[in-house]
Every structure is written in C-alpha cells, then in structure tokens.
C-alpha cells in the first residue's frame, strides 16, 4: 500500500496570514482536499499576529467545518506557561504539560466553551509545540475530545483509553513508500516561493492526500502495536538529533 498524507495547518487565529490563507484556501478547494486545521479558541500569542484581527473569524471556522474540513482544539491561549516537553519529547515549553490536572481541566473547559459559543465541533486535540501529558490526555477524554493529532508512528491506532492517535511526523512533503503522514505547515509567513512549492506539491501528489474522517473510519478499531513503539522512538531519536544540529548551526553562527 503507498503512502497516503494529511495536510495540517497550526495556529489559525484571527490575527493570522489572511492573504496567504486565501492563497492556501483557494488551492485545497481546487484540489478537494480537506485539512485539519489547528485553531486557537482564545489566541493571546502576539507571535503570531500578522494581520488585523477578522471580525468574522467564527464565521470562517464554521464555514471551513461545513466544507468537511477537520477543526482541532489548538490548546486554549497559545501561550507557553511551563518548560516541560511532555510525552511527545520535542519542544521544552508547554500550555499544558507540568500543570495538575485541574488547572489543565479549566484550562481545556474555557477552550471548549468558546467553540460550543461559536457553534463549532473541534474533532481533534492539537497541543501548541506538540506538549502535553498524560493529564492532559486524562482532561480531553473526560470532556468528550476523543482524538489527537501527535506522534511519531507509521498508522493510526487507539489506545486503551479509547484515544484515537492520528500521527504527525513531517514538517514538509517526502515521498514516502508506505504508512499514514501528516503534515504540519505554518503559514504566517510564507514567501511567494513557499506558497508556490506548496501548490506544485499537492498538485503532483494530489491523488495521495486523505483525510482526518477518511482515516479515522479506517482505523479506528486498530490497536497500537508493538512496531508502533519502535517507530516512534527511532522517529523522535532522529528528529532530537536534527534539532540539535540545527542548534547547534544556530549558536555557531551566532559566535561567528
């Protein structure tokens, strides 16, 4: 079986790339291809501000959930409280992981409130920087989120929560042989040459993009099986390494 991808995009907020965005948006409709889209409920991060803010941003979210398109919880404020990396193992600054379970519970509470306000279904956990805990894995399924994005292995599974795992494991295209790959992109600030490189890619490679629902109906029933681990940390082992070349690169640099 080839491999099949999912696009995801972090950190949809009012105060996003909207030029950009309509670029994007334009291409997936053309394409028929329905992404998650990570979108923060109450975003205080002035990082990723852009634009101004979209008075009718909600209006937009509903509108992308009417398209069959996946909304994610993309935590609550977008704001990194805590040093910890959580069970994923790749960034050292969380939203979430290293607080107690209750104030991770609020936390979740105020974030789902706003989109029951705003009439949306997030169908999906997405944690800022990829950090969260086993609290805060406990917190999602007691509020009725049931599946998270994250992770390093090759196929979806569920785990003995009844959490449904759909991996995340690339930050750009790669043809790959086989396995379930989704993509993380950030669009803030991409140049005209990243915008075209994205619709050359899913252009050439369109027929191998599917979607949350798609692979969700098709692996929900499946265990995590013992490759699973494996993967997984021959995954993050790689991924730790480049990142510390690449700061490594960085601080040199900075030296010279």
């Keep these: 079986m080839s491999a099949r991808y999912l696009l995801r995009f972090d950190d949809i907020c009012p105060i996003m790339n909207w030029q950009v965005w309509r670029e994007i948006e334009a291409a997936l409709l053309s394409h028929q291809i329905k992404p998650i889209l990570a979108v923060v409920p109450d975003n205080r991060d002035p990082k990723l501000q852009v634009d101004a803010p979209r008075e009718n941003f909600w209006e937009e979210v509903r ?15 977008h704001l990194y409280v805590t040093q910890q990396a959580g069970i994923i193992g790749l960034n050292h600054r969380s939203e979430f992981a290293g607080l107690s379970a209750l104030e991770q519970q609020e936390k ?10 705003e009439h949306v279904t997030p169908e999906v956990w997405i944690a800022p920087a990829h950090s969260f805990d086993e609290a805060t894995i406990d917190a999602l399924h007691k509020l009725g989120v ?5 992770g390093f292995f090759l196929y979806p599974h569920r785990d003995d929560l009844g959490m449904f795992w759909l991996p995340q494991q690339l930050w750009r295209f790669r043809k790959l042989p086989f396995g379930v790959w989704t993509l993380c992109l950030h669009h803030n600030h991409w140049t005209p040459q990243a915008l075209a490189r994205f619709r050359a890619m899913i252009e050439a490679h369109r027929r191998s993009f599917t979607s949350f ?4 109906n098709e692996y929900e029933h499946r265990e995590r099986a013992w490759h699973d681990h494996i993967t997984a940390s021959a995954w993050r082992a790689a991924l730790r390494f480049k990142l510390a070349l690449q700061r490594s690169d960085s601080n040199l640099n900075a030296f010279l």
């Design 63 to 77: 509108r992308w959930q009417s398209l069959g398109w996946t909304i994610g919880l993309h935590g609550y404020q």
């Design 108 to 117: 979740l509470k105020n974030a789902l409130a706003i989109f029951q306000r």
């Design 213 to 216: 629902e798609e692979m969700k």
């Design 146 to 150: 049931r599946a998270i994005s994250d």
